[in-house]
């Protein structure tokens, strides 16, 4: 049965950094490309950012680029958010979810498997 | 690729057929995706490649194409039907979702 686990979040002030963690199982983690999808508040979902099977290739929103950076450690089944530069707009609840079909960051069918989310809270 | 998801809210009784759209702002072929969320939970996957239904989710969900609308369908609303239901593209990144809809009890 596929699991992922997210940790990490926490408290922390504008300006700060902040490293989440998404751990798989049940799968072979790097046959897949994995996203982080991330929900403020009240407010609906919005995808982060994505990262290829074998951690080459990686995406982001215009929200995050340049602050946050996706990466992964295949050896160890386990995803990472870094999060820098902090803003009370990032608070939110985030998730890792799996592609359901591909290794690569191509055009794909859904998000098959998520976590169940870490909250980030970002106040003075 | 921008979605535009309607109605944003719903009201509806149990055994109401129930009918969710979403625009894509372009092409995105079959690469949607429909995902059920309670209060408190992860997204839960319904139905993918616009017109299949995940394993393990009831018949009365089905999802239908025409160009670059889509549309999600509850056959007949089910007490444990009562969510927010988001549609989202993977045809392209930077991935979108729609803004959700949220069914309510009438």
């Known amino acids: 049965e596929v699991h992922l686990v997210e940790s990490g979040g926490g408290l922390v002030q504008p300006g700060g950094s902040l490293r989440l963690s998404c751990a798989g199982s049940?799968?072979?983690?790097?046959?897949?490309?994995l996203s982080w999808v991330r929900q403020a508040p009240g407010k609906g979902l919005e995808w982060v950012s994505a990262i290829s099977g074998g951690g080459a290739e990686t995406f982001y929103a215009d929200s995050v680029k340049g602050r946050f950076t996706i990466s992964r450690d295949n050896s160890k089944n386990t995803l990472y958010l870094q999060l820098r530069s902090l803003r009370a707009e990032d608070t939110a609840v985030y998730f890792c979810?799996?592609?359901?079909?591909?290794?690569?960051?191509?055009?794909?069918?859904?998000?098959?498997?998520w976590g169940q989310g870490t909250l980030v809270s970002v106040s003075p | 690729t921008q979605l535009s998801q309607s109605p944003s809210f719903l009201s509806a009784s149990v055994g109401d057929r129930v009918t969710i759209t979403c625009r894509a702002s372009q092409g995105i072929s079959s690469y949607l995706a429909w995902y059920q969320q309670k209060p408190g939970k992860a997204p839960k996957l319904l139905i993918y490649?616009?017109?299949t239904l995940e394993n393990g989710v009831p018949s009365r969900f089905s999802g239908s194409a025409s160009g670059t609308e889509f549309t999600l369908t509850i056959s007949s609303l089910q007490p444990e039907d009562f969510a927010t239901y988001y549609c989202q593209q993977l045809h392209s990144y930077p991935l979108t979702f729609g803004g959700g809809t949220k069914v309510e009890i009438k």
């Open positions: 490649a616009a017109l």
């Open positions: 049940g799968f072979t983690f790097n046959d897949y490309a």
């Open positions: 979810a799996k592609d359901q079909t591909y290794h690569d960051l191509v055009s794909s069918y859904s998000l098959d498997y």
